[in-house]
């Protein structure tokens, strides 16, 4: 018989699933352990781990879905950009929304979880769906303005901007580097917006898109309070959760836009390919969102946040190859500040959470002091 003698468990929190886990430790030359939940994120491992498992939990696997998330992104934008020539940017909020409603819904009975949530989180996953439906609004209303590269990349200030809000909001302490750099991004965007101020001629031309260029930046805004709230909240909820209720405001709000209020008129899809462009958009954007969260299991913050650049690399791509559109000295010049922003930051993270523990070995940690302690009393 087996001796059991030198193995025990130890219990935590999977934040990928909120299921509590049972991690196994086996006292041998060689450390093994092992996690009773198939979805738990395997967080720490040593030797004697099938290198099946190891590859799946691998950061280069997250950072591809993260790659396929931008690719998938960059398609929903440029097909926005396409539709908003013909239909308006309330009508394409609302067929995504929906798309996002029965994937999030049907995903999540799939793997057998409350769409809902816990009743103590319906108003802050209200908040943070609507804060998210609103910046997603306000990108797609930017890109009826203005060209696609110029919009995504003052969307995806969102790193400067979560950090400056945080700041404010959470008290959140704002070191040198990232307040250097927060505001170092902001300037990038001041470039390719072309303010009058800064960019009037001696005949008097500015750009006349300049005021456009706030709907994108107030949209990276909205993002960055649904990411603080999903802090405040916890990272235990199951994203398809924060999928279904994104959903559910972005179609509350584009529902009243068009049909209560009618802040602009719906038209009917024309053709087989209008009704494949609006598909295409539901598809893409909900795809990008599950393979853009799974891919925040598998690697750390600094790697996704540089990873977002991917998406102004596609945005450029497509902008000039697809849609002519050729980009400005200062747009090229304030791109090149807000990646090299973000991707300072990125740095920055990762250097980070390779100092901190891991949270099984936290959790590990916390047990032992409590067995330490225990023994202690009863000594």
């Not at 696609?148 to 700041?167: E, M």
């Not at 909900?286 to 969260?293: E, K, R």
Request: glycine letters at 8%; a negative charge; aromatic letters at 12%.
């Amino acid at each position: 018989m087996e001796d059991d003698s030198n193995i025990s468990n130890k219990t935590t929190i999977d934040s990928y699933s909120g299921k509590s886990i049972t991690i196994y430790l086996e006292s041998s030359e060689s450390e093994s352990i092992s996690i009773d939940d198939e979805n738990a994120s395997l967080l720490r491992h040593n030797t004697n781990i099938n290198p099946l498992i190891k590859k799946e939990h691998s950061e280069n696997y997250g950072l591809i879905l993260m790659a396929l998330s931008a690719l998938a992104f960059s398609i929903m934008s440029l097909c926005v950009r396409v539709e908003n020539k013909k239909y308006p940017f309330f009508q394409t909020v609302f067929a995504r929304s929906i798309f996002q409603i029965f994937g999030s819904y049907i995903g999540c009975k799939i793997i057998r979880i409350n769409p809902w949530g816990q009743p103590e989180h319906y108003f802050l996953l209200l908040c943070r769906g609507a804060c998210s439906a609103i910046g997603i609004i306000l990108y797609f209303s930017g890109l009826s303005h203005l060209p696609l590269v110029d919009n995504t990349v003052i969307y995806f200030t969102g790193p400067a901007v979560t950090s400056l809000i945080a700041w404010f909001i959470l008290d959140d302490r704002l070191t040198t580097l990232n307040g250097f750099l927060s505001v170092f991004s902001l300037f990038g965007v001041v470039l390719i917006s072309e303010p009058q101020l800064l960019f009037q001629g001696d005949d008097n031309s500015s750009n006349p898109c300049s005021v456009y260029f706030l709907l994108p930046l107030f949209g990276a805004c909205m993002g960055s309070f649904a990411y603080i709230i999903i802090r405040y909240i916890g990272m235990g909820i199951h994203y398809l959760v924060h999928i279904f209720y994104f959903g559910i405001a972005s179609t509350i709000i584009s529902f009243f836009a068009l049909f209560i209020f009618h802040v602009q008129d719906p038209i009917m899809p024309e053709s087989t390919t209008d009704w494949l462009i609006h598909i295409v958009i539901g598809v893409s954007a909900f795809v990008s969102q599950c393979l853009f969260n799974r891919g925040l299991q598998f690697c750390s913050t600094g790697p996704g946040t540089m990873m977002g650049n991917l998406n102004i690399v596609f945005a450029y791509i497509f902008g000039i190859i697809i849609l002519g559109e050729i980009p400005k000295w200062n747009s090229i010049i304030g791109t090149l500040i807000i990646i090299c922003s973000s991707i300072g930051m990125g740095i920055k993270y990762f250097i980070k959470k390779e100092k901190e523990p891991t949270n099984i070995a936290v959790a590990i940690s916390i047990d032992e002091e409590y067995d330490d302690n225990l023994s202690d009393t009863n000594l």
